[in-house]
Each structure stands twice: as C-alpha cells, then as structure tokens.
C-alpha cells in the first residue's frame, strides 16, 4: 500500500513540498503519496489524515505551534523553538521535529560552502526561523552570533538560551552602525512585502555571504542592499527549502536523497 504523506498550512497551494518530496521518492525508490492540506481546525484535520493511513506530515504557518502542541513526544530542536515543521506518527505516538535550521545550516555550509566556524555571523529578526537556527549555528562554532531585532527583549531571550552554547549576543537594529559581519542572514518577513529591514550597508563591509530565508522572490531589496555594498555572494532560502525536506524525509523513511536536482529545478534567479 503507498503510504500517504501530506503538509498542512492556510494558506497552503503555494507550497512546493509535493514537488520536493515526490522527486525524492522517485530518485529513492520510495513508494508515497503526498498531498496538501488547507488546515481549519488542525486538531481535527491531523485526526482525519491519520485516521486516512498518514504516516507523516509537514507543517507550515500558521500551525507550526498547534503541531508542537499535539506532538507526544519533541526533539531538542523542536522544544528549542516551541514549533514543529514535521510529524511523524507511529501508532499512538506523535513525534514532533523542527529541521528549518539544521536545513539553512547544510545549505550555508554543504551546498554554499561557506564555514561558519570562526565566523562574525549577524541574523536579522528574533523570531521562530532565528529560534529554530540557533542551536544548529552554534554548533557551527561561529566566532561571534549576533541576534538583531527591533525589540531587543526578544533577541535577549534566543541570547538566554544560546549562551552555554557559544558566543551569541543581542542588539538594535541601530547598535549595528559601525559593526561588520563575515556573514548576514535575513530572517525577518521584510521580504515577503518587498520591504527592506532597517539594516545599515556598512554591515556587509567585508562581507562574504547575504542570505535571504525567503525564497523564490528574486533579488530581494536586502539582496540588492548587500550587492550593492559589494557582497560578492547572495542567495534566498531555496537551498535551506530542499535540505529540511530532505532531513524530514529521511527521519520518515531511512534514506536521504540528493538535494541537487530539486534546488536547481525551483531555483528562482536573483536578477
């Protein structure tokens, strides 16, 4: 019997995971099914896709909280961000993990190339992609970590969690006039309203790597402040997109495919 695998979000026809997950069932010989859900009582909705067979389920906004709720048991990461991307279910047991930041961390590192490890790395925005990624950047053993957010209480709190792990601190968007960074990720939701977060270009002085999480927006305006202050190299979250799908898939399957050929096919070109 294939077995059925689907994400839940709302909204959720913009979602690029059945592409992702079908091409890797098919480069692995994996016999699934996966589908999209438009969730409106997620309770609800997992019961019914369970009751239905599902093995396994993604999770995109707004549900990633409700899926941590409803998890039996949660990874570290998981409980790190308080927010699950994926499920697995195995009888009565609902497991809960979260691999958006070990997914941006292999796409930096692996596909990229850039090491983090001695690096200055600055990540713009406090909130769930930042909270997600911290562990998997501190492990990197980055030279400094530093958490850039409007309301500095909120970067304080991520700094409370990371300091036994690594050198992390908190700032203003405005404490960042004068600093420079070796690496600058964007993890605000600037760019899904074609907006620029309220970074100075003096940041990217020396820079070598901008990363725009978002993906499939093209050159984003922090994408274009970071080539226009001279950053060699830039890159949206497309990578970081394949390589959680990839991690999911193997936590459900036991076999992890090749990000390659999926990251070529939705690569949107940053002009």
Known sequence: M???????????????????HLAFAQVTHQDLDYTKIEGH???????????????????TAPFKIDAFAYATERSERAQLAGAANALKFDGD????????????VRDVTHNLRCALKGQRVLVLGAGGATRGALLPFLAEQPAELVIANRSLGKAQELVAIGAAKGHVRACTYADLEGQT???????????????L??????????????????????LTPFLRLAQNAGVKEVADGVGMLAEQAAEAFEWWRGVRPDTRAVIELLTVPLV
Not at 4 to 18: D, L, M, T
Not at 181 to 195: G, H, P, Q, R, Y
């Open 2 to 20: 294939t077995d059925q695998y689907a994400i839940i979000g709302n909204p959720v026809q913009q979602s690029k995971s059945p592409i992702i």
């Open 41 to 59: 009582d997620f309770t609800a909705d997992v019961d019914a896709f369970r009751a239905r067979g599902g093995r396994g389920m993604n999770i």
């Open 197 to 218: 977060p309220p970074v100075p270009a003096s940041v990217f002085t020396g820079c070598t790597l901008a990363y725009e999480l978002a993906y499939g927006k093209g």
């Open 181 to 195: 960074f070796d690496v600058v990720f964007n993890a605000t939701s600037a760019s899904l309203k074609t907006e």
């Open 93 to 104: 047991r609902v497991l809960a993990e979260n691999f958006d930041g070990i997914g941006l």
